[in-house]
Nanobody, 116 residues
Framework: QVQLVESGGGLVQAGGSLRLSCVAP????????MGWYRQAPGKQRELVAT???????NYADSVKGRFTISRDSAKNTAVLQMNSLKPEDTAVYYC??????????WGQGTQVTVSS
């Protein structure tokens, strides 16, 4: 499985901001969609936001208006800007890439902790 490189997690107070980045190696061809998922302790992994090669975005209701996903297709990079963070946003965040043939890859995960 091809390894995605994630960065940008950390500890922040409620109301603060963090920026997550994900870089997919050039060996992954024909990426159709990049996105971020998260998993809090004791909960299932859930979608946070995705962006397609055409620029269409999709967000979980819980993050709409606070998070913004963007993508640089030329660099195989996706960025998740997280503003107005809440304690309930605390989770391990995973980058996900899907190709046009449906193959997927995951990052190793980056911890985001929001203190109240």
């Amino acid at each position: 499985q091809v390894q995605l490189v994630e960065s940008g997690g950390g500890l922040v107070q409620a109301g603060g901001s963090l920026r997550l980045s994900c870089v997919a190696p050039g060996s992954i061809s024909y990426i159709n969609r990049m996105g971020w998922y998260r998993q809090a302790p004791g909960k299932q992994r859930e979608l946070v936001a995705t962006v397609t090669s055409g620029g269409s975005t999709n967000y979980a209701d819980s993050v709409k208006g606070r998070f913004t996903i963007s993508r640089d297709s030329a660099k195989n990079t996706a960025v998740l800007q997280m503003n107005s963070l809440k304690p309930e946003d605390t989770a391990v965040y995973y980058c996900n890439v899907r190709t046009v043939v449906g193959a997927t890859s995951w990052g190793q995960g980056t911890q985001v902790t929001v203190s109240s």
